[in-house]
């Protein structure tokens, strides 16, 4: 079966440090990949998606980045950080003709 | 790019049947519609989906009319655990999350 794993559980980090967020899906091959953000509260905002390797489509222009070195794989990164990246980050992936989406356990990040 | 429009919130007790309904524009033909349900800290969980007419699992019902502008997820006699968040969705490779409907169920 299918498993998704996103890491770490929770991050403080301090305004302007680095960020390095992983996901990494199993059991599937091919899976198109997302990066959402959740602020308190609010809906999920889409940040990227990635229907390949290498292949990442941005929604939001920032401060943050992704990549996806590898077919299952799908990182989160930022060079320095803000206070308003502060969030729930949640990771998902899709497969097969219906496209319903599985999310990992999520980062809580707090930029202090 | 598929956009959708739900009630904020929702208040239901114990018990009761709940109704969510979402208007899908621009929803694409080959489009299916997909419901979610989100608690506090975790992601959101897969309910339900549909293309059209009605799908029933063991936690749900979807309800999609023939012009497919609209559906109506289903939860027959709620619990306190049901309280959480709902979405719904279309949408091919860019999912475009709303608000969300914040169900509350009370005792």
């Known amino acids: 079966s299918q498993t998704i794993h996103q890491w770490p559980a929770t991050l403080v980090q301090p305004v302007g440090s680095p960020l390095s967020l992983e996901c990494t899906v199993e059991?599937?091959?091919?899976?198109?990949l997302y990066w959402y953000r959740q602020a308190a509260g609010r809906g999920l905002q889409l940040l990227f998606y990635?229907?390949?390797?290498?292949?990442i489509s941005s929604e939001v222009p920032q401060n943050l980045s992704a990549s996806r070195p590898q077919d299952r794989q799908f990182i989160l990164s930022s060079k320095k950080l803000l206070l308003s990246d502060s969030g729930f980050y949640l990771c998902?992936?899709?497969?097969?003709?219906?496209?319903?989406?599985?999310f990992g356990a999520g980062t809580r990040l707090s930029v202090l | 790019l598929a956009k959708t429009t739900q009630p904020i919130s929702m208040d239901s007790y114990e018990g009761q049947e709940v109704n969510i309904t979402c208007s899908h524009n621009n929803i694409a033909t080959n489009d299916y519609i997909t419901w979610y349900q989100q608690f506090p800290s975790q992601g959101p969980r897969f309910i339900i989906q549909g293309y059209k007419t009605k799908v029933t699992n063991e936690v749900a019902s979807l309800f999609i009319p023939a012009d497919r502008k609209s559906s109506t997820l289903s939860l027959p006699r709620v619990s306190l655990s049901d309280t959480a968040v709902y979405y719904c969705l279309s949408g091919t490779y860019k999912y475009i999350f709303g608000t969300g409907t914040r169900l509350k169920v009370l005792a």
């Open positions: 990635s229907v390949g390797i290498g292949q």
């Open positions: 998902a992936w899709t497969g097969g003709t219906k496209n319903i989406q599985y």
């Open positions: 059991g599937t091959s091919n899976p198109n």
